[in-house]
């Protein structure tokens, strides 16, 4: 029989220390991938501007040309812009010259209108002077009937020019008094009458469709003074 060698397994001896200091306590190393992960610098996300070719930085001459561009267009919009206010001032003006030819014709318009009118009213007053020339003419021939008659036709004739007109004669005689048409001149005392009534017309009034173009003077009746109510008593 042989002997078999045995194997043998030396343990590590712990490392001597120097008197008088403590063996250093060793820590345990654990892994930390948070800490890692956290202190690890974030890799910068790819942006379309780092991704994409970077441009050229333009040479003057291309910059140059730029501000030519846009000056040029710059000088387009501002002759467009004085091409469009030059249209609108003319159109202005044509306005302006039209409205004031329009005043003028309405008032050459009216005033022709009015002169018609004018004339119109001055041929019948002349048909009214030729018999009043008539009249005169009969009362230096001593012509009365003639005279009267010529008279009667010259009030018919003023009567019918003035009622053409628009012109109506202010009813006064037997009315009762109306401030807004009549004109009291005097006051006549009538018993027999109510008071306030027009008795006598001294001159004719006139109105011009519903407008009082003349008042009528007229005498109007008041009460009867007391003294004279003790008279008709008496009596």
Excluded at 22 to 31: M, N, S
Excluded at 53 to 61: A, G, I, R, S, V
Excluded at 117 to 131: F, I, P, R, S, T
Aim: charged residues 35%; glycine residues 2%.
């Amino acid at each position: 029989m042989t002997d078999e060698p045995r194997e043998t397994t030396e343990r590590p001896q712990p490392e001597q220390t120097p008197q008088g200091q403590e063996p250093a306590a060793e820590t345990p190393q654990k892994e930390q991938p948070e800490a890692t992960a956290a202190a690890a610098p974030a890799e910068p996300a790819e942006t379309p501007a780092a991704t994409a070719e970077e441009q050229p930085t333009p040479t003057p001459e291309e910059r140059i040309a730029q501000l030519e561009a846009q000056l040029a267009d710059l000088a387009a919009q501002l002759a467009q812009a004085r091409q469009e206010a030059r249209e609108n001032w003319d159109k202005f003006v044509r306005e302006r010259a039209d409205l004031e030819n329009f005043r003028k014709r309405r008032e050459r318009e009216i005033a022709d209108r009015v002169l018609q009118q004018k004339k119109a009213l001055l041929n019948k007053l002349l048909e009214v002077m030729d018999n009043l020339d008539r009249a005169l003419a009969y009362q230096d021939s001593l012509d009365r009937q003639g005279l009267q008659q010529t008279l009667r036709l010259v009030a018919w004739q003023m009567n019918e020019l003035i009622r053409s007109e628009g012109l109506t004669p202010v009813p006064t005689v037997g009315e009762q008094f109306n401030p807004y048409i009549h004109e009291a001149v005097e006051a006549v005392e009538d018993s027999e009458k109510p008071e306030g009534i027009v008795v006598e017309e001294v001159r004719k009034g006139y109105k011009l469709s519903d407008e009082t173009l003349r008042p009528a003077r007229v005498k109007v009746t008041v009460a009867a003074s007391n003294k004279e109510r003790e008279q008709q008593g008496e009596a």
